[in-house]
Nanobody
Framework: QVQLMESGGGLVQPGGSLRLSCAASGSDFTAYVMGWYRQTPGKQRELVATITSGDDTNFADSVKGRFTISRDNAKNMVYLQMNSLKPEDTAVYYC???????????WGQGTQVTVSS
């Protein structure tokens, strides 16, 4: 079973950038679609971006052109590069893993991103 741990959150001014990292432990990292989700108080968790082991990506409309997602299969790492950040990007960001064949997945503990002047 994969386990996930995020890092890289923090406070940034509007227009700034942050890079989130997610370290995955366990085996068969390439068998998982990796993703980033975010959640604000009182709202449902929402998709930000996903990436397959073959680097096929998918983004929420709200972040297209500003965020990129990447993964390093050799290091079991996933990254979310966030540019041109807006106050509405403020949220707790969660790393997610979903197995491509089995009903198996995991969530990280979350990392806070705050965009404010």
């Amino acid at each position: 079973q994969v386990q996930l741990m995020e890092s890289g959150g923090g406070l940034v001014q509007p227009g700034g950038s942050l890079r989130l990292s997610c370290a995955a432990s366990g085996s068969d990292f390439t068998a998982y679609v990796m993703g980033w989700y975010r959640q604000t108080p009182g709202k449902q968790r929402e998709l930000v971006a996903t990436i397959t082991s073959g680097d096929d990506t998918n983004f929420a409309d709200s972040v297209k052109g500003r965020f990129t997602i990447s993964r390093d299969n050799a290091k079991n790492m996933v990254y979310l590069q966030m540019n041109s950040l807006k106050p509405e990007d403020t949220a707790v960001y969660y790393c997610n893993a979903q197995h491509v064949l089995l009903p198996r997945g995991a969530w990280g503990q979350g990392t806070q991103v705050t965009v404010s002047s």
